[in-house]
T-cell receptor
């Protein structure tokens, strides 16, 4: 089975721009979670989607949004980028309805905001 | 107070020794506990999960859980240089069952 894939792998943007990141979960997985990882804050939960519905949201501003499609693929969007948004964005998928029992991470998208 | 606390390290152990990594969590209702390994520049990889008090062994890895003390640990026996990585403790359940909290990670260096 193919693993979780994320595109693009690297991205450079400037302040004020917006960005869309994509995640394709493992086939059959319906839950997708997004995380932001920075050296200072570690791994922080952004949101989790299951069957196209956002079930949980972390403590991030409204500039961070996401969605999930009927095929379980997910996208996250960050509008009005700030320098502090530079981070590794990780997507994780889970095969179970209780998603946090097992999560499989993708390789991540490295976002640099200049 | 952070939901999950870990010593950032680095923890240095010689090859063949036992590495002991610790984690405490704040939500007494937490039900699921995980250890992830993350190599530099890579994404986290699940290595152990534990749900009930006591020890759980998998090869050279042993996870220990003490819910009364709100404490989780990971022991790595016969440590190898390839075990050098950052180990992330994660906790879920409690007041928000579907939410996952990660510790900041402990960097482990295994010296040949």
């Amino acid at each position: 089975k193919a693993g979780v894939t994320q595109t693009p792998r690297y991205l450079i943007k400037t302040r004020g721009q917006q960005v869309t990141l994509s995640c394709s979960p493992i086939s059959g997985h319906r839950s997708v979670s997004w995380y932001q990882q920075t050296p200072g804050q570690g791994l922080q939960f952004l949101f989790e989607y299951f069957s196209e519905t956002q079930r949980n949201k972390g403590n991030f501003p409204g500039r961070f949004s996401g969605r999930q499609f009927s095929n379980s693929r997910s996208e996250m969007n960050v509008s009005t980028l700030e320098l502090g948004d530079s981070a590794l964005y990780l997507c994780a998928s889970s095969p179970l309805d209780r998603p946090l029992l097992t999560q499989y991470f993708g390789p991540g998208t490295r976002l640099t905001v200049l | 107070q952070k939901e999950v606390e870990q010593n950032s390290g680095p923890l240095s152990v010689p090859e063949g020794a036992i590495a002991s990594l610790n984690c405490t969590y704040s939500d007494r209702g937490s039900q699921s506990f995980f250890w992830y390994r993350q190599y530099s520049g890579k994404s986290p990889e699940l290595i152990m999960s534990i749900y009930s008090n006591g020890d759980k062994e998998d090869g050279r890895f042993t996870a220990q859980l003490n819910k009364a003390s709100q404490y989780v640990s990971l022991l790595i026996r016969d440590s190898q240089p390839s075990d050098s990585a950052t180990y992330l403790c994660a906790v879920s359940g409690g007041y928000n069952f579907n939410k996952f909290y990660f510790g900041s990670g402990t960097k482990l260096n295994v010296k040949p």
